[in-house]
């Protein structure tokens, strides 16, 4: 049976003013899938979810299950079920875990797949400081935060920008378990990271970007195989 597709695009191209950033981006993410889009510093990875999310303009089409979502509002998008997790990891640090937590639902009246005890399932220890200031959480524990807050949304897929940038291996490997968790039970991930290791691990497949294109589309055993996307786009 052939994958749902979740997420298509299909040849986009943003601009900074006049700098033209992504320069014919073509992706795919299908249901339940993990798909990492890997680079070094500045190949454009946060522009493009953030052209998806239209934050930045886009000029291309994307579809979201199906239907057009280019040339939509940034909220309206999300209220689709196409989470986003920015790489700032911004929490409210005065409001408790527990708030920060609801903030991310879509309506307090419907509940969706994640209930808050789903989430303190998947990371106990934001149970246990359910009622303490977010603001208390180390670094680690607040990229956690910020991916459990979008999952309060429903999203059918969640993309995630560097959520081990920064972190103690410890924490790596947290935030490893958690997503491969949070696509379990079916939500699909487009995860943006720079490093290897959690991609090559948890990912179904991968893409490559490298000043604004797409370099190399394949799974972790065909990234293996090819030594030359490695040492020319993703080692330093
Ligand atoms: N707001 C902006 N205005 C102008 N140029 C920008 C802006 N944001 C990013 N750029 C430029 O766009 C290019 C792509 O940046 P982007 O942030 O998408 O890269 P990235 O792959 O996410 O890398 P990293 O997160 O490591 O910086 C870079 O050359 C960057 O300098
Ligand atoms: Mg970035």
């Known amino acids: 049976m052939a994958l749902r597709i979740m997420l298509d695009v299909?040849?986009?191209h943003a601009y900074y003013g006049k700098s033209h950033i992504l320069q014919g981006i073509s992706l795919r993410v299908g249901a339940g899938e993990i798909v990492s889009l890997l680079g070094r510093n500045g190949a454009g990875r946060s522009t493009t979810v953030r052209t998806i999310m239209g934050e930045?303009?886009?000029?291309?089409?994307?579809?979201?299950?199906?239907?057009?979502?280019?040339?939509l509002r940034t909220h309206e998008i999300a209220r689709r079920g196409l989470g986003y997790v920015p790489e700032d990891r911004a929490?409210?640090?005065?409001?408790?875990?527990?708030?920060?937590?609801?903030?991310?639902?879509?309506?307090?009246?419907?509940?969706?797949?994640?209930s808050l005890g789903d989430v303190f399932g998947l990371f106990p220890l934001l149970?246990?400081?359910?009622?303490?200031?977010g603001g208390v959480l180390s670094g680690g524990e607040q990229?956690?935060?910020?991916?459990?807050?979008?999952?309060?949304?429903?999203?059918?897929?969640?993309?995630?920008?560097?959520?081990?940038?920064?972190?103690a291996p410890m924490m790596v490997a947290l935030v490893r378990g958690l997503l491969e968790k949070i696509a379990a039970r079916g939500t699909a991930i487009l995860l943006i990271?720079?490093?290897?290791?959690?991609?090559?691990?948890?990912?179904?497949?991968?893409y490559v970007?490298?000043?604004?294109?797409?370099?190399?589309?394949?799974?972790?055993r065909e990234l293996g195989?090819?030594?030359r996307v490695r040492s020319e786009w993703l080692e330093v």
Request: with cysteine.
């Open 56 to 71: 930045v303009t886009p000029v291309g089409d994307i579809h979201f299950k199906g239907e057009r979502i280019d040339g």
């Open 193 to 206: 990271e720079q490093k290897l290791t959690i991609a090559l691990a948890i990912s179904h497949r991968l």
């Open 127 to 133: 149970g246990e400081r359910e009622h303490a200031p």
């Open 91 to 114: 929490i409210f640090p005065g409001l408790t875990v527990r708030e920060n937590l609801l903030l991310g639902m879509k309506s307090a009246r419907r509940p969706g797949r994640w």
């Open 10 to 12: 299909n040849d986009l």
């Open 225 to 227: 195989e090819q030594p």
């Open 143 to 167: 990229q956690m935060l910020t991916i459990c807050r979008s999952l309060m949304g429903d999203p059918d897929l969640l993309m995630i920008d560097e959520p081990t940038e920064g972190l």
């Open 209 to 220: 970007m490298g000043h604004g294109r797409i370099v190399f589309e394949g799974s972790a």
